[in-house]
């Protein structure tokens, strides 16, 4: 049976590195497919099929459904994983709903290391390099 969503998942937007939970529910007992998409002109990735983890994002992504309830994980979370989510109803089969996350940079950059080394000569000159 063909069902149809009645909590849609919501849109969130979260800091780089939270762990971030999208869910949907269906009036049917269904699992569902749930695609990404970055931006408006990339094509659309399906992540989750009939409930579970597509094996190419299994480390970024994990896919739960139970019952009427589709969860999609997604963890540690940094700006490729922002874009918007479909839950399609019914493995992909049925009603869908979309939800966008926004990833907000923390402004943690690496830290740069610089190496200095000196050199003596044998005249008793020193030079200094910066690395």
């Known amino acids: 049976m063909l069902g149809t969503i009645i909590q849609p998942p919501q849109s969130k ?24 998409r970055r931006s408006p002109s990339a094509e659309s990735e399906r992540i989750c099929y009939k409930g579970k983890t597509v094996v190419t994002y299994v480390n970024k992504f994990y896919c739960n459904s139970t019952a009427d309830v589709n969860d999609l994980f997604i963890r540690n979370a940094h700006a490729e994983q922002a874009g918007e989510y479909t839950c399609i109803e019914n493995a992909g089969l049925g009603a869908k709903a979309s939800a966008s996350l926004t990833v907000r940079s923390t402004g943690i950059y690496n830290s740069t290391l610089f190496l200095f080394i000196t050199v003596l000569d044998i005249e008793g000159v020193t030079f200094t390099v910066n690395i």
């Not at 800091?15 to 990404?36: I, R």
């Open 13 to 36: 937007t979260v800091d780089e590195g939270d762990d971030v939970t999208l869910s949907c529910k269906s009036d049917a007992a269904n699992p569902a497919n749930w695609h990404h």
